[in-house]
């Protein structure tokens, strides 16, 4: 028979037990938030976009990645919109910094998640705002607070996004193609003083006869220490996917470009 002294023993022990699932329970939902978009950071700044009507009306995600994910939504008079929130996730800080740190248009960005992301996130925008101002063919950039960017939409309005260049199986003119790009990447250096930093046919949307390039948030300023890397990185990444559909005798050099690009600089 257990005595009441006893009783209170395992009283006491389930009491703890409970505690810590609970705190066990509490971590693993603020982790689910952190390491995902809809934080309760996040949905007070998205119901002040959808207060002021800038969104009508939230749809649905396009896709998801590990730095953030995109959403389709329609804005005032239909017009369809792209939707990016990024994640508040400290193991994408790490990185980030690399192409932060360094360019001068960001000297104070703070050591917190949030501050990075929200850098990072009007980064993004600003270099937009920027190859837009310059002819670059990129979406147009509508709004950003914090970690949310609002911008053009790319694809048919049933929500239906672009394929991406990666996706195309073919190609009517790839030598005029493999041309436009380079004359883009060109431009953006010459002209709007950025190099992507990660450009290749993963971030390159083809509609309608047509490349866009995306995802510029990495864009640096052509003074950051490493843009020249940056620069000859894309060149190589574009060089190579056109390299398929192209005979190599057609196909110039990484360093041809690159110089030809530093000469008129």
């Given amino acids: 028979m257990i005595k009441l002294e006893d009783d209170n023993k395992i009283n006491r022990l389930e009491v703890k037990q409970d505690k810590r699932r609970m705190k066990t329970k509490r971590k693993t939902e603020e982790h689910a938030a952190v390491g995902g978009v809809f934080d309760k950071f996040t949905l007070v700044n998205l119901n002040k976009i959808l207060n002021k009507g800038i969104i009508k009306e939230f749809v649905g995600i396009i896709s998801s990645g590990k730095e953030a994910n995109v959403y389709f939504a329609f804005g005032e008079d239909d017009v369809p919109l792209a939707v990016k929130i990024y994640k508040i996730d400290p193991q994408n800080t790490k990185w980030m910094k690399n192409y932060i740190i360094g360019d001068p248009r960001f000297k104070k960005i703070g050591t917190s998640t949030h501050k990075i992301i929200y850098t990072w996130c009007k980064k993004e925008f600003k270099n937009l705002s920027q190859m837009k101002r310059h002819d670059i063919i990129v979406p147009t950039p509508l709004l950003s607070r914090d970690n949310i960017l609002v911008m053009e939409f ?26 436009f790009m380079l004359d883009q990447i060109s431009k953006m250096y010459l002209n709007a003083h950025l190099v992507h930093g990660d450009l290749s046919e993963f971030n390159i949307l083809y509609y309608e006869g047509k490349q866009i390039i995306i995802d510029v948030s990495q864009a640096v300023s052509i003074y950051h220490i490493n843009a020249p890397v940056y620069l000859q990185r894309d060149i190589k990444n574009v060089l190579n996917y056109f390299s398929k559909f192209i005979d190599s005798d057609n196909v110039p050099s990484v360093q041809e470009v690159f110089e030809k690009i530093m000469k008129n600089a």
């Fill in 154 to 179: 790319i694809g048919k309005n049933n929500g239906s996004p672009a394929k991406r260049l990666k996706d195309i199986d073919e190609l009517v003119n790839p030598i005029e193609e493999m041309n």
